[in-house]
Nanobody
């Protein structure tokens, strides 16, 4: 059973940066595309970035395009999300999972951006 553990969240002022990490147990991690999701209070969870199994192709929601960068290190079973130029509307709990939401959800990591 794959377990996902997100970390790296915190409090930051608008315009600041954070780097999130998602560590996955299990050797099958490297064959899956992965994505970063976020859920703000009272809103549905949305996928904000995705990356193919090799890391060669990435895609982003329009709301984060040009500010967020997803990457992965398959040797470490880890996927990252570099977040720059953060805005208050980026405040949410961030999660990782496959694009099909195949694995059990982790606990997420909270990101709070103050204006």
């Amino acid at each position: 059973q794959v377990q996902l553990v997100e970390s790296g969240g915190g409090w930051v002022q608008a315009g600041g940066s954070l780097r999130l990490s998602c560590a996955a147990s299990g050797t099958i991690f490297k064959i899956n595309a992965m994505g970063w999701y976020r859920q703000a209070p009272g809103k549905r969870r949305e996928m904000v970035a995705g990356i193919t199994s090799s890391g060669g192709i990435t895609n982003y929601a329009d709301s984060v395009k040009g500010r967020f960068t997803i990457s992965r290190d398959n040797s470490k079973n880890t996927v990252y999300l570099q977040m720059n130029s953060l805005k208050p509307e980026d405040t949410a709990t961030y999660y990782c999972n496959t694009p099909q939401e195949f694995y059990p959800w982790g606990q997420g990591t909270q990101v709070t951006v103050s204006s």
